[in-house]
């Protein structure tokens, strides 16, 4: 199996950045993408950006484009989430995932707060 450990969330100001890192360990090879979600009080589960781990290939949600990136640490099985000019509707619960011979892997969660 797949054990997916994020960290790096907190509380931060609009406008502010944050860095999330998601950890892989365990069975890890053939992990052919990894991304984040984030889901908001009340709200569905959505994709915020992935990337493919050979060939680096990424997708953005359009409302985080600009501002979020998505990268990959393929020594340190890692895949982080810089995010920059944060808003409050940026507020949710950031979930890593990852996808392996078509099952997906969750982490369980770092709670991101955009707030003044």
């Known amino acids: 199996q797949v054990q997916l450990v994020e960290s790096g969330g907190g509380l931060v100001q609009p406008g502010g950045s944050l860095r999330l890192s998601c950890a892989a360990s365990?069975?890890?090879?053939?992990?052919?993408?990894m991304g984040w979600y984030r889901q908001a009080p009340g709200k569905e589960r959505e994709l915020v950006a992935s990337?493919?781990?050979?060939?680096?290939?990424?997708n953005y949600a359009d409302s985080v484009k600009g501002r979020f990136t998505i990268s990959r640490d393929n020594d340190k099985n890692t895949v982080y989430l810089q995010m920059n000019s944060l808003k409050p509707e940026d507020t949710a619960v950031y979930y890593c995932?990852?996808?392996?011979?078509?099952?997906?892997?969750w982490g369980k969660g770092t709670l991101v707060t955009v707030s003044s």
């Open positions: 365990g069975i890890i090879d053939s992990i052919n993408r």
């Open positions: 990337i493919l781990i050979s060939g680096g290939s990424t």
């Open positions: 995932k990852a996808v392996r011979y078509g099952t997906n892997f």
